[in-house]
């Protein structure tokens, strides 16, 4: 799969594990995104991770670039606590509009 075609890769909300995460498979790899859903509209971020052999070809802007659009579609205000993905939020400002919880910013 060439880096271009990482936009077709589908986010999948797993909520099966002990802990719930966004999730892109690729090849046999898993990148992901921890999450924590409160109040029903509040998701805080908590840790990306894209395996060592993955690293260096966009998914990981990518599953973030997607957990955005879901939490977007949802309607969610996110707490961004993942370092990664402030970095991202950082390089991309405009990405947050309207779905940072009031009080917070990157």
């Given at each position: ?66 957990t955005l659009d879901y939490i977007k579609e ?7 606590l993942c370092p990664f993905v402030v970095a ?19």
């Amino acid at each position: 799969m060439e880096k271009n075609d990482w936009s077709q890769l589908e986010l999948i909300n797993n909520t099966d594990s002990s802990k719930n995460r966004f999730e892109l498979k690729v090849e046999s790899e898993t990148i992901f995104i921890e999450y924590i859903l409160k109040n029903e509209n509040s998701i805080y971020l908590t840790h990306t991770e894209v395996p060592a052999i993955m690293e260096g070809k966009g998914l990981g802007s990518t599953i973030i670039k997607k957990t955005l659009d879901y939490i977007k579609e949802k309607r969610y205000k996110m707490i961004p606590l993942c370092p990664f993905v402030v970095a991202y939020l950082k390089r991309h400002p405009d990405a947050a509009d309207g779905i940072l919880k009031d009080g917070y910013s990157v």
